[in-house]
């Protein structure tokens, strides 16, 4: 390959948007997450896999700043966020979902995301103003809900939306914040075949244009899904790679089987 040939590929490659090196969270004595290293990607879907108390829930509150991590750098498109408020990264573009939906109830499916426009467009503290002038954001909370396929449940209040039509709900008010890193705390969980496949077909819509960092269970989601794979155990790197690579590791069947066998 030729120097320019060598430029080019390495050009090519997407972009590191979200950093963290050797990031450990103490627990009085107890360390939940020891030097753990990983590199987002730009257009890409990392996921981050383990057995249950493998650390990656913790890893998630360290990267968003729902914990400060004891130890280790994190950095947000260069920018070192490890000392920041949580606040302040999803304003960066750091932008999360939680295991539990977090939608409002009471709210109907535009509202829920007509609110998580306010931020974004400068209404978030603009208590004086009438409410007609959230009318001014229904054209990008329609795009939004087309985009997630909510659009006939548009008027719906979320309380009777299904639990998979919630967690679409709740994907679509974290994409009202314009976020330019995505992650996602178990999106699947509970879930039936049917929104499964609605919602990972709608991670990789999202994915095109941001990065996305995902803790999922749903290894064939995750094998079907996902450009790279980081696995956990007892807070630590296990293994790393495509799901192809990771899943041949004997560690990794261990750690999830207790055997090596296939």
């Known amino acids: 390959m030729t120097q320019v040939s060598v430029e080019r590929a390495v050009s090519s490659e997407p972009r590191v948007v979200l950093s963290a090196r050797g990031i450990r969270k103490d627990f009085g004595g107890f360390s939940a997450v020891r030097n753990v290293d990983l ?3 730009h257009a890409r879907v990392h996921a981050l896999i383990g057995p249950n108390g493998a650390g990656k829930t913790t890893v998630f509150n360290l990267l968003t700043k729902f914990l400060q991590p004891t130890a280790g750098t994190i950095l947000l498109m260069g920018q070192d966020i490890t000392r920041t408020p949580p606040d302040k990264v999803a304003r960066l573009g750091l932008v999360r979902s939680f295991q539990i939906s977090a939608v409002f109830p009471h ?3 535009l509202d829920n995301v007509r609110v998580a426009l306010q931020r974004p467009n400068n209404l978030a ?11 001014t ?4 909370a329609d795009e939004l809900l087309g985009l997630v396929g909510l659009t006939k ?28 890193v995505l992650l996602l705390d ?26 996305v960092l995902m803790v999922e269970h749903n290894l064939s ?3 079907d899904l996902c450009h790279f794979v980081t696995v956990l155990q007892r807070g630590e790197i296990l293994a790393e790679g495509d799901y192809e690579t990771v899943s041949r590791d004997p560690r990794v069947r261990i750690a999830y089987m207790g055997t090596e066998e296939a």
Do not use: C
């Open 39 to 41: 590199d987002v990607h």
């Open 107 to 109: 709210l109907s499916v």
């Open 125 to 135: 503290h603009q208590f004086w103003r009438p409410v007609s002038a959230l009318d």
């Open 137 to 140: 954001l229904n054209r990008r």
């Open 153 to 180: 449940e548009r008027d719906r209040l979320a309380a009777d939306l299904s639990y998979g039509r919630k967690r679409v709900l709740e994907i679509a008010t974290t994409l009202a914040l314009d976020p330019k």
């Open 186 to 211: 178990e999106p699947l969980a509970g879930m039936g075949q049917e929104d499964i496949t609605v919602v990972a077909n709608l991670i990789r819509e999202v994915a095109k244009t941001r990065a």
């Open 221 to 223: 989601v995750v094998a």
